[in-house]
């Protein structure tokens, strides 16, 4: 799958459904046939929405993990807790379930953030937090992560 683009708001409805906005939906209609696989993030109060090729991607490095080992048995159990298999209706709506809607602290106001190959699905206040937050310096962060990387001849690194 290529790379999704974008930042995209819409409203929940009381039973939890988000529309998917038209541009979101068209960049993932590719994975509207094989459904999506929704989940807690692992460092963030949201949510994280993987097209099931790039589930299957993810579970085939998970699976490769030592099961004997401790920490990987319980690094298995968190990162799959709470894991739903979702589709996207015809009228292109996501239903979130409860504990998930509970996890993300969503309430009417949402944000779908474009991650890669995934979506994050925010609470709108929470992502203006996180985006917004004076807890990282990302011009400091931007250094570390992509500082080193020197190995293309494209110009951008």
Do not use: H
């Not at 459904?35 to 991607?57: H, I, T």
């Not at 962060?141 to 494209?154: F, I, P, R, T």
């Amino acid at each position: 799958m290529n790379s999704i683009i974008g930042t995209y708001e819409c409203k929940a409805d009381a039973k939890g459904r988000l529309l998917i906005p038209a541009p979101l939906k068209k960049q993932l209609a590719t994975s509207l046939q094989d459904g999506f696989v929704l989940k807690r993030s692992v460092f963030q109060s949201c949510l994280e929405l993987y097209p099931m090729q790039e589930w299957n991607l993810m579970m085939q490095k998970i699976n490769k993990l030592n099961r004997f080992v401790k920490k990987n048995n319980d690094f298995i159990r968190r990162f799959t807790a709470g894991v739903k298999v979702v589709e996207i209706d015809a009228l292109g709506r996501l239903l979130v379930p409860k504990d998930l809607v509970g996890f993300a602290n969503i309430s009417k106001e949402v944000v779908f953030s474009s991650a890669v190959n995934i979506v994050e699905i925010w609470d709108k206040d929470l992502y203006e937090q996180s985006i917004n937050g004076n807890d990282v310096d990302f011009a400091d962060l931007a250094e570390d992560v992509m500082g080193n990387l020197n190995d293309d001849d494209n110009g951008i690194s």
